[in-house]
């Protein structure tokens, strides 16, 4: 048994079957079997029980996974700890953000850490799904959503926080709600799916409802719905983040006393478990989970200074 076929076990079983290893491993199927087929045989025991579609260890496979893992991690290590000597810090990574807090609030985070990290390339996916992670082969992501999923590895960034606001002058001439009920009458701005109804879960104390909705302008381009918000086209129920800095000039608020959620209350910094996190990865994520804090610290001052006005 050789540290290479020990990387490249783990590395089927992270996969999850072996054509999903060859794409990653940049290999033949074919090759990836043959050298697993010559690591079972050197430690005289099945370590996999293969099908078409996925494999599944044996117990021998269970332990060796467990002690490979670690071997591999500390090979990596060491390449990288050898690579790094006379370099700054440098590799390629892929992050996934959300694409509203992602445009307009991360944006300017990757490109202060591309300035203070240049040899690190940074391939950056704006999207909102949650499935797809490992197949798109992503290193960090961050999501908006209730609860993070089981099988990754989550960090709390931040709570997300949904305001009902309309501009100013869409506000002098049309009532705003002031009532949940008021609010399914309204001509709503939003994230969802146009054309569909809209689940929203409002809390106020020990009170929590249920509303479906009916969005007459729907994007997840929340630039847009701020624009949207702006051009007097009707109610927005949007993240605080896109109205941050008009609340109290050109933008109004109603219902203030309920916390409402559309897809999630909680900003998660996810990653997949068992993936060897190199140094410039660690990096990143030091980086995001900082600038989260300050940002969150920062917005909660700014916006208690601006105050909130409602109709």
Request: glycine letters at 6%; aromatic letters at 6%.
């Amino acid at each position: 048994m050789d540290a290479q076929s020990l990387a490249l076990f783990v590395d089927i079983v992270e996969a999850g079957n072996l054509s999903s290893a060859a794409r990653n491993l940049k290999m033949s199927r074919a090759n990836v079997s043959y050298h697993l087929a010559q690591l079972e045989k050197s430690v005289g025991l099945q370590l996999m029980r293969r099908t078409t579609r996925r494999v599944e260890l044996t117990e021998a496979g269970e332990r060796l996974y467990r002690h490979g893992r670690v071997v591999r991690d500390e090979v990596l290590a060491a390449r990288e700890a050898v690579a790094s000597l006379g370099r700054g810090l440098h590799g390629s990574l892929r992050i996934s953000l959300p694409t509203g807090f992602g445009h307009m609030v991360m944006s300017g985070w990757l490109i202060e850490f591309k300035r203070a990290y240049p040899d690190i390339a940074l391939d950056v996916l704006f999207d909102n799904r949650v499935d797809d992670l490992l197949r798109d082969e992503v290193d960090v992501a961050v999501r908006v959503m209730s609860e993070p999923p089981q099988q990754m590895v989550a960090t709390e960034l931040a709570e997300v926080r949904y305001v009902v606001c309309a501009s100013a002058a869409y506000a002098r001439s049309h009532p705003l709600p002031s009532t949940l009920e008021e609010l399914v009458e309204v001509p709503l701005i939003t994230s969802g799916v146009s054309g569909r109804d809209l689940r929203v879960s409002a809390y106020r104390g020990d009170a929590r409802r249920q509303l479906t909705l009916h969005p007459t302008l729907a994007s997840e381009n929340f630039q847009f719905l701020r624009e949207a918000i702006m051009a007097d086209l009707g109610v927005g129920l949007v993240p605080d983040y896109v109205v941050a800095d008009e609340i109290g000039r050109r933008v109004v608020t109603a219902l203030a006393d309920w916390r409402l959620s559309v897809f999630g209350t909680r900003m998660f910094l996810l990653r997949m478990p068992g993936r060897y996190q190199t140094l410039a990865a660690r990096t990143l994520i030091e980086f995001v989970t900082g600038r989260a804090a300050k940002w969150r610290e920062r917005f909660d001052t700014d916006t208690s200074a601006d105050g909130e006005t409602e109709i």
